[in-house]
């Protein structure tokens, strides 16, 4: 038995002696969505992409309108997630590929590695497409990798996990290796946002320490152990922000104000830049769920994957991707109501899309297309890629 489990035995039995359960844990069961009914909207005109399963993270090239997957197996997914505490080397896929999906012509291409060494293998998580400063068509892609730790066992050290750069051109089906990137800043990798040179990025840490005990700490007891890093190929890395909670997805504008959302209390905080690439808290905006990976349109709105059920997603949905879990979707925006600016109530979050997980299950990432007003939807052991007409 894991420390895990015995940790999963002691909170329940600490959680029949009454006042704990009363005071402390039923509260959290129902931050994480124990007792959440789905109330369904916008999931009607949707269509699914079976082709493109276990999809973590998706980005949208918004001139396009061509969507950017880094996907893997659910079977590995469930073996193989640094991240929900998955640390089976023997499943994992350690060939898991970026695809392209064209929603004008319904086409898929699996993208070919070129130049990557890639004896560790890739393992894929957050990623981010940025075009390049200097010419248009063509594309960097910053991709965390989750290799297998060399010489140790997972259960005992967790992933050695890097980031990995590419560069691409729109509509190519091949990816060329730059770089990677690896540095003892870089624990527990997350989410990613990427330069227009190619050289450097910001990147969320989910956790405070690869492996341990303490990592249930932050669930269960509130600590602040999660940060954002920054990295630059020459310059190195150093933390940009620590001391934040459950940091997950993050995003940036164009003016360059950053957003990275709350996974465990929900919500995401808004970050801003200062000259030596470190990040200042200027404000948060809280929902009643955790907040996964985020996306922000071309219109300067934040969208948002929420988690309706986290326990349903965590405990059975990634443990056996065939059970569903609901899935919604948060818009975030600034409030323009005038009887409410001056309750400061700066912003707006609102549900923009729920299904009960029948048909579209366990996301994990959304974005929105503006101009063709599609959301695409994916999500770690999704069994297919969504998009909705909006
Ligand atoms: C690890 O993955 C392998 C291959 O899928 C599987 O046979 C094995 O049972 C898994 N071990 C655990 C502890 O889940
Ligand atoms: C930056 O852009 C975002 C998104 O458009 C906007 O909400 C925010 O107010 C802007 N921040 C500043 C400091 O201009
Ligand atoms: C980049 C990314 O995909 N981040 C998160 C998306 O959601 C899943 C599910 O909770 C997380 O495990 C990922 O870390």
């Known amino acids: 038995m894991g420390l895990q489990s015995v940790f999963n035995i002691l909170v329940v039995l600490a959680a029949i002696s009454g006042g704990f359960w009363q005071f402390y844990l039923q509260p959290k069961f129902v931050q994480f969505g124990r007792y959440r009914v789905v109330e369904p909207i916008n999931n009607k005109r949707c269509i699914a992409v079976p082709e493109l399963s276990a999809c973590e993270k998706l980005v949208l090239h918004q001139p396009s309108g061509i969507v950017y997957l880094a996907c893997s197996t659910p079977s590995s997914r469930t073996h193989w997630t640094p991240a929900v505490n998955r640390f089976n080397v023997t499943g994992a896929s350690f060939n898991d590929y970026i695809a392209t999906y064209d929603p004008k012509s319904s086409k898929i291409t699996r993208l070919k590695m070129f130049n990557f060494n890639s004896e560790r293998g890739f393992s894929s998580h957050g990623m981010d497409v940025v075009p390049s400063a200097t010419s248009a068509d063509e594309l960097f892609v910053y991709l965390i990798n989750h290799r297998a730790p060399l ?65 249930h700490l932050d669930i269960w007891a509130g600590r602040k152990s999660t940060s954002v890093g920054h990295c630059h190929v020459t310059d190195g890395c150093h933390l940009a922000i620590s001391g934040l909670q459950g940091s997950n997805g993050i995003a940036m504008a164009e003016n360059r104000t950053f957003y990275v959302a709350n996974g465990l209390v929900g919500g995401i905080t808004i970050l801003e830049e200062q000259m030596d690439h470190t990040l200042v808290i200027t404000d948060s905006i809280s929902i009643d769920r955790g907040v996964d990976n985020l996306s922000v349109d071309s219109g300067g709105h934040v969208w948002a994957a929420s988690i309706p059920q986290a326990m349903k997603t965590v405990f059975e949905h990634f443990e056996d991707p065939t059970i569903p879990a609901p899935s919604s979707v948060h818009h975030f925006s600034i409030n323009t109501n005038p009887q409410e600016i001056p309750y400061g109530i700066k912003y707006k979050a609102d549900k923009v899309f729920e299904d009960d997980g029948s048909f579209v299950s366990g996301s994990t990432s959304a974005a929105f297309d503006t101009e063709r007003k599609l959301l695409f939807l994916t999500g770690l052991c999704s069994p297919h890629l969504t998009i909705c007409n909006m």
């Open 151 to 215: 010489g140790a066992s997972a259960y005992d050290v967790g992933a050695d996990s890097a980031v990995e750069i590419f560069r691409t051109a729109l509509g190519s089906d091949i990816l060329t290796h730059l770089q990677t990137v690896e540095d003892s800043t870089i624990v527990t990798p997350n989410d990613i946002v990427g330069e227009s040179d190619g050289k450097s990025f910001y990147f969320t840490n989910d956790y405070g320490e690869k492996v341990g005990w303490k990592r």
